[in-house]
C-alpha cells in the first residue's frame, strides 16, 4: 500500500509504503496530519472468515487506526520505510516483537471509514461500518483501546467462538 502526502497546491510531497500481505486488498482512509504524525485508518475488503481475527491482531494493519511520525520522510518520492523509523513515541507497540505492530494506535475494528476529534477534550470518534446488522461510532481519549471486533458488532455479539482473539483492552 502507498501513502502519498499533497501539499495544499495538490502536488505530491512525499510517498511511502506499509507493504502487508499481497493477498489480502486493503483500502486506507482519513488522513489526519497534525505535529508530523499520521493517523491512518485501515480496513480490510477482503471477504469471508480469513479477516475475523485481523481487527484484534496488532501484527495486521486491516482494522486498525495507525499512528506513524511522518516528520522523519524527506519530501519527495519515497523507498519502504521501516516500520519502527515511522513509530512515534507513545504508540503501545512500539517495541512489539513484530515491527509491524508498531504503528498500531487503535484496534478491534472493522471498517474505521471516518474519525473526527474534539479540539477541547482530545476525544476522538471513530465511524465504524457493521458487518450485517449494526453499525457504530466509538469514542475514546486513550491509546490502545480494543474495539472488540469481530466478537461484537456494536454492542450485539457476533461471534461466539473465534479461538486467538486478544480480548485485551475491550
Not at 493517523?39 to 477482503?46: G, H
Amino acid at each position: 500500500n502507498r501513502v502519498v502526502r499533497l501539499d495544499r497546491g495538490f502536488r505530491v510531497r512525499d510517498t511511502f509504503q506499509i507493504v502487508e500481505d499481497e493477498d489480502d486488498v486493503c483500502h486506507a482512509n482519513c488522513l489526519e496530519e497534525a505535529d508530523g504524525e499520521l493517523l491512518l485508518s485501515i480496513f480490510t475488503l477482503t471477504p469471508g472468515p480469513r479477516n475475523e481475527k485481523n481487527g484484534t491482531e496488532p501484527w495486521r494493519h486491516e482494522g486498525k487506526i495507525l499512528r506513524l511520525d511522518v516528520s522523519v520522510i524527506p519530501d519527495g518520492p519515497g523507498p519502504v520505510w521501516p516500520y519502527r523509523a515511522l513509530s512515534p513515541e507513545g504508540n503501545p507497540y512500539r517495541l512489539d516483537a513484530d515491527p509491524r505492530a508498531s504503528l498500531v494506535w487503535h484496534r478491534g475494528l472493522r471498517n474505521p471509514w471516518s474519525y473526527a476529534f474534539n479540539a477541547e477534550t482530545g476525544a476522538m470518534a471513530i465511524a465504524d461500518v457493521g458487518e450485517s446488522s449494526w453499525e457504530e461510532v466509538d469514542v475514546t481519549t486513550l491509546p490502545d483501546r480494543n474495539f472488540g471486533w469481530p466478537l461484537f458488532e456494536g454492542t450485539a455479539i457476533y461471534l461466539t467462538e473465534c479461538p486467538g482473539v486478544d480480548l485485551s483492552n475491550l
